[in-house]
């Protein structure tokens, strides 16, 4: 469906449960909308304007004005008795039952005092734990002063009674100030956040305003002057925290996400519901979402990029909950920040800039960092399995033991050099070691790297056996086995193969494990009869081991540069080509094949790099618009190559007198891509017809 609601009002339409995949809500006012469940995937809401409708913001304002004022009122009744209390006990007389009364009196507005210092000091539930313990203190105290009295023969069952009933309601007291000033807190907030700041005054001034006829209510029910005054203050005092409690609250202060949570609950009440939606890859960008419900939906990749009003709305248990993401997914401007060990699973950090940021251990699975600015960032162990990082700037990125799979999205990364290791908080073992990475070329290091297999062997490899067994699996699977390099890991060893881009990699493991065995069983039965013309590429794989052990080594460069390939055909040992791949080091050494153990170099054949040259180019223009996932899909492209070819007579005159002067395998690394024999093979044809 791709359905265009662009610049329509929509307030409290219902779209429960609708499919409304790629539909396009731009400019558009959704506030009141239900799409509880809906398919939203993809779709558009850029600058739309969600959350409640007029008169139901109206509604909230009022009754957050009622709320406020009413416990304010409390609040001041409260502080009027205890003021009576206090300032009208007798004190004379040795232990006089009503010092109790006043010491009750005195703990109310001493309490008062250290709740308000301790919440704006440490947070809400910090000072609530105070209380607590004040309280359970407190009726401690007075228990063991009962006791005493009693031993002592002085106190009545009255006695008893009263300071217990005392101590336990002034504790209780003491939390319900709390909870008046938790209440107003709400109050306020929720008006900021339905009305902004014409909402918060309002309800302010509420709360001032109840304070005086409050007063005189209380002076006809004849409280005492000093009673009302004391009243009057705890009243302010209590509007004051309420004012505090609700500013951090907004500020997203975690000490006090109690106040938030609550009023978000009221201020998204009625207001536009995307409870369980799935919002994939869909886009907020410049959205105003103040008093949006969100719990439970899908916000895998959503775009939040400029959104206003995010932290007004309810998220749930989603990773929006989190201010420092709420920050990173609408700024996109978080140098330096630190993500280590964190899950940021399915976010969409697409333009974000994120140079020098510290991800090591984090979990990016299916996050989109589709032209991110990563430059610098330790990107040590970090998980980007299906993550899209199209486009993004990877230069001086450290990628030691990082994970990236064939699911990776790698198109277009731009990198100049990244880092292999991080040893002791620096960065080292610079790829490459010498200048930096041309056009393309990091891909191909990266992807060379994920084709890579790698052969555990708890002891010394038989190379005789090992080369057996991979030349039967490269004739069955009738594609090239690369040996890419060896190396000792404890006391094994392990050998490491390239693999064609389609293999399945877990099988292949199975496949060479299962024959090796049975090789090597029957290596050491009768060594004689196995193959003597294995004997040149057996010792090429015998060195490499003898060498290794030697010098053990994990460096990337070092074994990339030890290329030794393993190709299909009959037993005799002239089918065997080992190509040593780029043995000038780096990626700007010389390319060329060794056959029978002489190297040969075709750079300086003008005719092999122009053709091989226009070659690509088709390859690149084809591969835009042509997919290259499943095996058909490379054929086809394959064929379509091949037609552009003889299309140009003249380009394929010349194809076909490289094919004669030099021998195919050069043309296919000339050619520098995974399809290149396929094609090769198909122009070998063209020599034989002439």
């Known amino acids: 469906m791709n359905k265009d609601y662009s610049g329509k009002k929509l307030q409290g339409k219902n779209f429960k449960y609708q499919n409304l995949e790629d539909c396009i809500f731009n400019n558009s006012d959704i506030r009141g909308a239900d799409f509880t469940n809906a398919n939203l995937k993809n779709a558009k809401f850029q600058n739309i304007e969600s959350g409640l409708q007029r008169y139901w913001a109206i509604i909230l304002v009022i009754l957050s004005f009622l709320l406020v004022t009413l416990f304010v009122f409390l609040l001041e009744i409260v502080g009027q008795r205890a003021g009576d209390r206090l300032f009208s006990t007798d004190f004379s007389g040795i232990y006089p039952d009503n010092i109790w009364n006043s010491l009750w009196s005195t703990g109310i507005l001493v309490g008062i005092f250290i709740v308000f210092v301790w919440t704006i000091r440490k947070g809400l539930e910090e000072a609530l734990k105070i209380i607590i313990g004040v309280g359970i203190f407190a009726v401690g105290l007075t228990a063991l002063h009962v006791l005493i009295r009693i031993v002592l023969g002085s106190a009545s069952t009255a006695y008893i009674s009263g300071p217990l009933a005392n101590s336990a309601t002034a504790s209780v007291t003491g939390i319900g100030i709390v909870a008046v000033a938790v209440a107003v807190a709400v109050g306020i907030t929720v008006a900021q956040i339905v009305a902004g700041h014409l909402g918060r005054a309002i309800a302010i001034l509420g709360s001032l305003l109840i304070v005086t006829p409050a007063a005189l209510i209380q002076k006809i029910n004849g409280a005492s002057n000093i009673g009302i005054a004391t009243g009057c203050l705890v009243a302010l005092a209590g509007i004051l925290l309420g004012n505090y409690l609700a500013s951090q609250a907004l500020k997203l202060n975690e000490g006090y996400a109690l106040v938030r949570n609550i009023a978000i609950a009221f201020a998204t009440t009625g207001g536009t519901s995307f409870v369980a939606a799935d919002l994939t890859d869909a886009d907020f960008t410049q959205a105003v979402v103040r008093s949006t419900d969100f719990r439970e939906a899908n916000i895998t990749r959503t775009c939040w990029f400029q959104t206003k009003k995010l932290k007004f709305s309810r998220m749930g248990e989603s990773y929006l909950k989190r201010n420092q993401l709420q920050q990173l997914l609408t700024k996109r401007d978080v140098e330096d920040k630190n993500f280590d060990g964190q899950n940021l699973r399915g976010l969409n950090f697409s333009k974000a800039q994120l140079i020098n940021a510290s991800f090591i251990g984090t979990d990016l699975y299916q996050t989109k960092l589709k032209e991110a600015n990563l430059s610098g960032a330790k990107l040590v162990r970090v998980q980007l399995e299906q993550a899209d990082l199209t486009g993004a700037c990877l230069t001086g990125a450290c990628i030691e033991d990082w994970v990236v799979t064939r699911t990776t ?43 890579t297999l790698e052969l555990y062997h708890e002891t010394d490899i038989n190379p005789r056996a090992a080369v057996i067994v991979l030349k039967s699996l490269s004739e069955e699977y009738n594609e090239p086995l690369q040996i890419v390099g060896l190396e000792r890991r404890g006391d094994g060893t392990i050998l ?21 065995s049975q090789t090597l069983t029957l290596s050491i039965a009768d060594p004689k009869k196995l193959l003597p013309q294995y004997e040149i590429l057996e010792a090429k794989v015998t060195e490499m081991l003898e060498e290794v052990k030697q010098r053990p080594t994990t460096n990337i460069k070092y074994l990339y540069n030890k290329g030794l390939f393993v190709t299909g055909g009959d037993a005799s040992m002239n089918n065997y080509d080992l190509r040593g791949s780029k043995f000038g080091g780096g990626f700007a050494g010389t390319e060329g094949t060794q056959t029978g153990g002489t190297f040969t170099d075709y750079s300086s054949n003008p005719n092999l790099s122009t053709a091989a040259s226009e070659i690509q180019q088709i390859l690149k223009h084809l591969e835009v618009s042509n997919p290259t996932t499943t095996r058909t899909e490379k054929m086809i492209l394959v064929a379509k190559v091949v037609d552009e070819i003889e299309k140009n007579p003249s380009l394929k005159t010349r194809v076909i007198a490289v094919l004669n002067s030099v021998n195919s395998e050069a043309f296919k690394q000339a050619i520098n891509h995974p399809l290149a024999r396929n094609i090769v093979s198909i122009i070998e044809e063209w020599t034989e017809e002439v």
Request: net charge positive; charged share 35%.
């Open 409 to 451: 999205k790698l198109d277009g990364v731009v990198c100049k050099y990244v880092y292999m290791k991080f040893v002791d908080g620096d960065k080292r073992e610079l790829m490459p070691p010498k200048g930096e990475f041309k056009d393309g070329e990091f891909i191909l290091f990266i992807r060379s790297i994920l084709d």
């Open 496 to 516: 490491k193969l390239r693999t064609p881009e389609w293999a399945n990699q877990e099988q292949l493991k199975q496949e060479y494990y299962t024959r090796y």
